[in-house]
C-alpha cells in the first residue's frame, strides 16, 4: 500500500528565501506525481504534475523533482513571497490505479 | 465550465439526516473523482468514476455513501443517515482521460458538518 509523508508539517520563512519542502513515498512504482496548493477554506490548485517518465517539472518559481528510486519528490520555491504562504501537498497514482494517494501537507508561511 | 463545480459550498446538518452533494466537472473530462478531507487527516479516496465504465468505488467507507454520475456529466455524491464523523470537506475532481495522464483539477469542495 502506497504510503506518502511530507516533512515538515509546518515551514516559517522570510520572503526572499529559496525553500525546499519534500515528499517522500513508500512504493517506488509510483506513477506519476502532482504537487498541489491548497489555501485556507480553498479547494486544491495544480501546480507541477511529474509524468512517468519525467524527473522533473518547472514553472516560474517553483521547480519538482522525481526519484523512483530513492522514494522521494521535492518541490523547490526560489525567491519565496507571503503570496505562496498556504498548504502544499504532493500526491501520487501508483501502478494501475487512479487513485491520488496524498500526503498531509506541509504549511508554508512566509513572512514579510 | 471553466473549472469543476461544487454545490453547495457550506452544508450544516443534522445527525441522521441525508445530504446530496453535487459536482459538475469540466466539460469534456471522462474522468471524475470524489476525495474527503478530515481535519487533521489527508485527503482520502472516495470514489472514481471514468466514462461508462463501472466505478471504482472501492474508497467509500460505509453503505451509507453512494454516488452516481449522470449521463457522463454531473456526480451526486450522496450521505444517509449522517454522523458526525462524516464532518469533512468534499473536494471533486476531474480530468480529461484519467488522471495518470493528464493530471486533476479540484472543485473548491463542499464543507459538510453534522451537528
Known amino acids: 500500500k502506497q504510503e506518502v509523508t511530507q516533512i515538515p508539517a509546518a515551514l516559517s520563512v522570510p520572503e526572499g528565501e529559496n525553500l525546499v519542502l519534500n515528499c517522500s513515498f513508500t512504493d517506488s512504482a509510483i506513477y506519476n506525481l502532482q504537487w498541489f496548493r491548497q489555501d485556507p477554506g480553498k479547494g486544491l490548485t495544480s501546480l507541477l504534475l511529474?509524468?512517468?517518465?519525467?524527473r522533473e517539472q518547472t514553472s516560474g518559481r517553483l521547480n519538482a523533482s522525481l526519484d523512483k528510486s530513492s522514494g522521494r519528490s521535492t518541490l523547490y520555491i526560489a525567491a519565496s513571497q507571503p503570496g505562496d504562504s498556504a498548504t502544499y501537498l504532493c500526491?501520487?497514482?501508483?501502478?494501475?490505479?487512479?487513485?491520488?494517494?496524498f500526503g498531509k501537507g506541509t504549511k508554508l508561511t512566509v513572512n514579510p | 465550465g471553466a473549472g469543476v463545480s461544487q454545490s453547495p459550498s457550506n452544508k450544516v446538518t443534522e445527525k441522521g439526516k441525508d445530504v446530496e452533494l453535487r459536482c459538475d466537472p469540466i466539460?469534456?473530462?471522462?474522468?471524475l473523482y470524489w476525495y474527503r478531507q478530515s481535519l487533521g487527516q489527508g485527503l482520502e479516496f472516495l470514489i472514481y468514476f471514468q466514462g461508462n465504465s463501472a466505478p471504482d468505488k472501492s474508497g467509500l467507507p460505509s453503505d451509507r455513501f453512494s454516488a452516481e454520475r449522470t449521463g457522463g456529466s454531473v456526480s451526486t455524491l450522496t450521505i444517509q443517515r449522517t454522523q458526525q464523523e462524516d464532518s469533512a470537506v468534499y473536494l471533486c475532481a476531474s480530468s480529461l482521460v484519467g488522471g495518470r495522464a493528464g493530471g486533476y483539477t479540484f472543485g473548491s469542495g463542499t464543507r459538510l458538518t453534522v451537528v
Open positions: 500526491a501520487g497514482t501508483q501502478g494501475g490505479s487512479e487513485k491520488l494517494v
Open positions: 511529474i509524468q512517468s517518465s519525467q
Open positions: 466539460s469534456g473530462h471522462t474522468a
